[in-house]
């Protein structure tokens, strides 16, 4: 166990103790930031994100799962890059085993730039992906400051992979014209985060899989669709946003379906290690679910 506060030198995620081959979750981090917008240092996510693992005993008591038995593997971090076109050809190289191995990825941003690649990997012809995308932007532009590879277009990316019906964002509260305007011909659902604060969570994401009729789902978590109340350490933080029960409750609801997740844009610089910490514990959420569905099958 460790306090929040100065955090030891880089280490693997806690209870990642398997063997590539043995593991059915496989832990990537993607420590890139260079498109971020407002204010960097998502770059320094992964790492944070694995030492405040260490704060959480391997039972969860929800569930009775104990991650100590759980097969995880940490593949630890890619490589740093200069552009974001090198780093969304490496991490789609590094996801591709992975999905092919039969394994569930947990990759840790960086930007949300480092999520699309994470799609794009998955197998053509495996059973069928929709994405459950949770962010306070809709991350919907075809081009940010000339990169289309930008965190600002990481919706678009996934939504060129998987198709406008089979992606569901949740969480938006803040918008420009032209992504509106834009999504008017393309037609990419989200709820709002403030139809999910009047509604409920439940609502919005019976909602979202209504339309989400595939096989399997992803989760791209952009942890600034949590409030910065509770996830200040982020990029572009927005008010009005949904809690930590909130997000715990679309994985939860998710794991039968859940084919990979990915948390992105903790900047831990931000706060005193509370963002890292909810990161942290909302990776080991998805991998004590996805075992308890298995065990219940
Ligand atoms: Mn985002
Ligand atoms: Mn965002």
Redesign the pocket.
Known sequence: MSVVGPVPRPTTFADANASYGDAEFVLLGVPFDRTTSFRPGARFGPDAIRQHSWNFESHDLETGVDLSEVPIHDLGNTEEFGNAEEMVRSVREELRPIYRDGKVPIVLGGD?ACAPPSVEAYPDGAPSLGVLYL???L?FRSSYLGDPRS?ACSSRRMLEKVGPRNIVVLGVR?VSREEIDDNKTVGMSYVSAHEIAKDGIQAALHQALNMLKTERLYISL?I??IDPAYAAG???P?PFGLTPRDVKFVIDQAAPRLAGIDIM?VSPHYDQGATSLLAARLAREAVVRIVASRRSR
């Open positions: 949300h962010d306070a932007h991350d965190h803040s952009d600034d669709a982020t990029g572009t927005e844009e």
